[in-house]
């Protein structure tokens, strides 16, 4: 489910930009990102609400998004970081 509305947001995203400063006419109704950004936050918060309760836990287990939980409670940032790592851990394959 993630990645299909990962996969899905992404194209809506491109489409506006095809559309030029006018997409949020299109849009009038409705962010039609919505169900697709719905999805990808339900299957990020549950990684980000275990890792900020158990931040408090050891400290000598080491993590990047221990490292994250560390700097910010900024669940936004956080869930955006996540975010990222995720994608560039997909796209990118050691030779």
Not at 10 to 33: C, K, V, Y
């Amino acid at each position: 489910m993630f990645s299909k509305a990962f996969a899905s947001a992404q194209h809506t995203i491109g489409g506006r930009g095809w559309n030029g400063p006018s997409w949020p006419l299109l849009e009038m109704f409705g962010d039609a990102t919505r169900k697709d950004v719905k999805t990808i936050h339900n299957f990020l918060d549950p990684i980000l609400q275990n890792a900020t309760s158990q931040h408090s836990g050891d400290p000598n287990q080491s993590n990047f998004l221990n490292h994250l939980v560390s700097e910010t409670e900024d669940p936004a940032l956080l869930r955006d970081e996540l975010l990222n790592i995720l994608v560039a851990g997909n796209v990118w394959r050691p030779l």
